[in-house]
């Protein structure tokens, strides 16, 4: 089973000190792929918009990456197993208070090529202006370098970023709720409802928390447990 595991999400996926692929998504390929009873092929990506722009070149059975409508014309989704916040890093002497305020005419959002956010910020912001760029890395870079007025990425690496320096923050509240799930090629062989259940027993007996807080990553919430009919367990 040949699993892509984005990088670019340190969230769901990093690199441990020697060089090893972990994470929450790394927990869950393993587990499928023991679940299986097959070996597990990961490959490496480090950007969500290179995943799903290699869907048609067969490297692929599984990823992980966030819902979205445009997504989902080439790709099967299970429900969401993490769900992260959407926000924006500005510099602290910056008027901008709310996410609200970032929607004006004169300013440039800086983003990753193809990741969630800029697929949901496209459909949603009428007068600020998206500047892509390769990854949501380089999408913080752009920023510090003066080429955008603000960056719009995950909160966790955000507030990352704005912890090292005196002249940063990352705004209160989120403009979206970005929902990680598992995803397959909708001409792959996996059964999508095969999927829909492994993931809803990963949330339910722990192992999603589990992968979270082994990788450092406690403060993303698991997502609700979803019952047979699609509707959140609540």
């Known amino acids: 089973m040949r699993a892509a595991i984005n990088f670019g999400n340190p969230v769901l996926a990093q690199r441990s000190p020697d060089g090893e692929p972990m994470g929450v998504s790394v927990a869950l390929a393993k587990a499928l792929a023991r679940e299986l009873g097959v070996p597990l092929d990961m490959v490496f990506y480090e950007a969500a918009g290179h995943v799903t722009a290699s869907v048609h070149e067969g490297k692929w059975d599984i990823a992980f990456c966030a819902l979205d409508p445009v997504r989902a014309q080439e790709l099967d989704f299970t429900a969401p197993y993490v769900l992260i916040e959407g926000t924006y890093l500005v510099w602290k002497e910056a008027p901008f208070q709310t996410v609200q305020d970032i929607d004006q005419a004169d300013v440039e959002v800086s983003v990753g090529k193809g990741a969630a956010y800029d697929l949901f910020l496209t459909r949603e912001l009428k007068n600020a202006e998206l500047v892509r760029v390769s990854t949501s890395a380089a999408a913080v870079e752009a920023f510090l370098d003066k080429q955008s007025t603000v960056a719009a990425g995950v909160r966790q690496p955000l507030e990352r970023v704005a912890a090292a320096r005196q002249d940063l923050r990352v705004l209160p509240g989120s403009f979206t709720s970005i929902q990680q799930a598992m995803a397959k090629p909708k001409t792959g062989k996996l059964p999508i409802d095969y999927l829909k259940d492994f993931v809803e027993r990963q949330k339910n ?27 959140s367990v609540l």
């Open 205 to 231: 007996n722990g192992m999603v928390q589990a992968g979270l807080d082994a990788s450092g990553q406690a403060a993303a919430s698991v997502a609700p447990l979803v019952a047979a009919g699609g509707r």
